[in-house]
Structures are given as structure tokens and as C-alpha cells.
Nanobody
């Protein structure tokens, strides 16, 4: 099982920002397409953002213009910068890095 560690979640007010990180030290990081997904309470998991091995990015319409996915291959780390957060961004966020999934990290947007 591939070790994947997420960090950076927490509680933030509407309009605030958070940066999620996802580290996978055991894989050949640079060759994989990577994704962030999220699951809100009572809802199905939804795809949020993707970054290719050549750094092309795509986003769900609900986060476009507010979220930025990036990667640092030298550090085996995937990021999700989340700005102008809204209450409906509240969810458990999961990174998918090659063969590995993160355990999920809670993001709560509330005043």
C-alpha cells in the first residue's frame, strides 16, 4: 500500500483560504496524473481538479477561478490552493497520486 499523507485542512471563514498538501514519498511522482476529489456530508464524492505529468490543469466548474492545483516533483508533493472559500466547499478532501489515495482531510468553511 502506497503511503500518502495529507495536511493543511481545518476551519476557515467564508472568503478565506487554505492550502492542502499531499505527500507520497514512495512513488515515481513525476510520471503520474494527479487529482483532488472531495465528499461533502450526504453527497457522492466529486472530482475537483487534475494536473497532468506535464503540468496541464483542469478544474470542476464549481471551483474554477478559486482553486489552483500544483505539484512539486522534487518534493513528491501535490498541492491545492483554495481561495475565496464558500460554505459549500465544506467536505473531506482526498488526493489521488498515482496508485495511492490520501486518507482524506476535513475542510470546513463556516462563520
Amino acid at each position: 500500500q502506497v503511503q500518502v499523507v495529507e495536511s493543511g485542512g481545518g476551519l476557515v471563514q467564508p472568503g478565506g483560504s487554505l492550502r492542502l498538501s499531499c505527500v507520497a514519498p514512495e512513488i515515481n511522482f513525476r510520471i503520474y496524473v494527479m487529482n483532488w476529489e472531495r465528499q461533502a456530508p450526504g453527497l457522492q464524492r466529486e472530482w475537483v481538479a487534475r494536473i497532468s505529468s506535464w503540468d496541464a490543469t483542469t478544474y470542476a466548474e464549481s471551483v474554477k477561478g478559486r482553486f489552483t492545483i500544483s505539484r512539486d516533483n522534487a518534493k513528491n508533493t501535490l498541492y491545492l490552493q483554495m481561495n475565496n472559500l464558500k460554505p459549500n466547499d465544506t467536505a473531506v478532501y482526498y488526493c489521488h497520486v498515482g496508485p495511492g489515495w490520501g486518507p482524506g482531510i476535513q475542510v470546513t468553511v463556516s462563520s
